[in-house]
């Protein structure tokens, strides 16, 4: 079935850094959808990509949707310590199975105060 | 607003006893998913339904069942459960049409000894 590849799994950084994760896929993606999980919670929207190239940004958060439309990237700029969690890709095909979403399987990311 | 409202919050039991893992949405939305997260596993799906009245298998329906009760509700039931199915379970639901944006609930950890 489809897969998401998501990386890098985890990432270490210093408050202030910028962060950059991505995910790439075998097949192409109508949507893509960046979430954010915080311990203890369910994922949350941050941002939603629905055409090749689009970029999108929601505060410190920049998302684009790739060319090629088998990857998509999440950047988040000057990181501070409440960015700490588990960040998702989730892909969406309308030619695929039963409108699923297909997760990555996430980039836990810890900033250091 | 309530969104997802998923209950119990946390629930222990013992191999081979059954329960329901309840999921309500206020949002008038179509389709409603169960997934499980696991370590290093990112979000697996487990059943879907599009709409009311319909049920599908998602990656990994073994074990479970599931009740579109109504347009709201989408309960999720281990009938004989085992410790392989120890894991945080997650309801979403999304509207119909181009958004796509999934909404998920604050999750379930169920622990099964």
């Known amino acids: 079935g489809q897969q998401l590849n998501q990386s890098p799994q985890s990432m270490f950084i210093q408050e202030g850094e910028d962060v950059s994760m991505n995910c790439t896929s075998s097949s192409i993606f109508n949507t893509w959808l960046w979430y954010k999980q915080e311990p203890g919670e369910g994922p949350v929207l941050l941002i939603a990509l629905y055409k090749a190239g689009e970029l999108t940004s929601n505060g410190r958060l920049t998302a684009q949707f790739g060319i090629t439309r088998k990857d998509s990237f999440l950047n988040i700029s000057a990181s501070i310590p409440s960015d700490v969690g588990i960040y998702f890709c989730a892909g969406h095909n309308y030619g695929g199975s039963q409108g699923n979403l297909i997760f990555g399987k996430g980039t836990k990311l810890s900033v250091k105060p | 607003n309530a969104g997802v409202t998923q209950t119990p919050k946390f629930q222990v039991l013992k191999t081979g006893q059954s329960m329901t893992l309840q999921c309500a949405q206020d949002?008038?939305?179509?389709?409603m998913y169960w997934y499980r997260q696991d370590p290093g596993m990112g979000l697996r799906l487990i059943y879907y339904s599009a709409s009311e009245g319909t049920t599908d298998k998602g990656e990994v329906p073994n074990g479970y069942n599931v009740s579109r009760l109504n347009k709201r509700e989408f309960s999720l039931r281990l009938e004989s459960a085992a410790p392989s199915q120890t894991s945080v379970y997650f309801c979403?639901?999304?509207?119909?049409?181009?958004?796509?944006?999934?909404?998920f609930g604050q999750g379930t950890r169920l622990t099964v000894v």
């Open positions: 979403a639901s999304r509207p119909r049409g181009g958004a796509l944006k999934a909404f």
């Open positions: 949002m008038n939305h179509n389709s």
